[in-house]
């Protein structure tokens, strides 16, 4: 009966070294796991962060710090009988937020605000201050686009952009000319890379103007990169006159603040 006793008692004391065992070696497994540091992509509300994985110390900024954007017109300018060029003209009211990529849509409605047509798209929004969406060589056939609405088709991902970024990386455009309004027009200018960042993928909008402060025509041209400080001579054209008296010019250097990166 003592024998017995004895090793009833070795088989508990092993069964409780195995369990210890386990014990141990499943805290030291879920431990780690239960108690990660805060990220910001854990998809929850902690560390200084002002919501889930946005705000605080994460790149990414929360909708509820952010300013709407405002889209102050759209448009549709001839370009040739049946093409035509949209623009839509917009204001990012957000000192150092910017937007990566988002997707857009243009629809178009003719003088009946018949639907005769859309075209979709993605860009980038650039931080503080305005920008435009050009869209080229829209066909819509016979139709003419008189009313043009545009979106966003999705939430903006705003992120951060460094202020010193921001307060470096100038574009600048200068000498602008507009000739030869009533045959074949052209808009040259010079721009320049006033900063030590390369800027690759420079669209660059041309707006033209009416003695009303109506845009009457636009036009786009591109630089594949520019490189710091550098100078670049850009024309515009249009294979038709404008179709009115232009006032003022108006040229806007888009490019992805993200992608601009230091020599």
């Known amino acids: 009966m003592a024998l017995m006793t004895w090793a009833h008692k070795r088989q508990t004391f092993y069964i409780l070294i195995l369990i210890l065992f ?26 200084q962060e002002t919501g889930v994985d946005c705000g605080g110390i994460c790149v990414r900024a929360c909708l509820s710090q952010v300013e709407n954007i405002s889209v102050i017109w759209a448009r549709a300018f ?6 035509y060029n949209a623009v839509a003209y917009i204001v990012n009211n957000n000192k150092n937020t910017a937007v990566r990529k988002i997707n857009y849509r243009f629809r178009f409605a003719d003088a009946d605000n018949v639907y ?14 305005t920008f435009a969406v050009f869209e080229p060589g829209i066909d819509i056939g016979n139709s003419i686009p008189v009313y043009v609405n545009f979106e966003f088709t999705q939430m ?21 000319k ?13 721009i320049k890379n006033n900063s030590l960042f390369t800027i690759p993928d420079v669209n660059v909008i041309a707006i033209l103007y009416d003695a009303s402060g109506n845009a009457i025509s636009t036009s786009r041209t591109y630089l594949n990169q520019m490189a710091p400080l550098q100078n670049a001579d850009i024309n515009f054209t249009w294979p038709e006159p404008l179709p009115g008296v232009v006032v003022a010019r108006e040229i806007i250097p888009m490019f992805d603040v993200f992608s601009a990166k230091l020599q």
């Open 22 to 47: 386990v014990a141990v070696l499943g805290f030291l497994i879920i431990y780690p796991k239960l108690n990660k540091p805060p990220t910001c992509s854990d998809g929850k509300q902690n560390g």
């Open 178 to 190: 507009l000739m030869d309004e009533t045959t074949s027009p052209r808009l040259s200018a010079t």
């Open 116 to 129: 005769i047509g859309k075209r979709e798209g993605s860009t980038f929004i650039p931080p503080s201050g």
């Open 156 to 176: 903006p991902d705003w992120l951060l952009v460094p202020e010193e970024k921001i307060s470096q990386l100038k574009v600048l455009v200068s000498d602008i």
């Open 78 to 83: 001839k370009v040739v009988p049946g093409r």
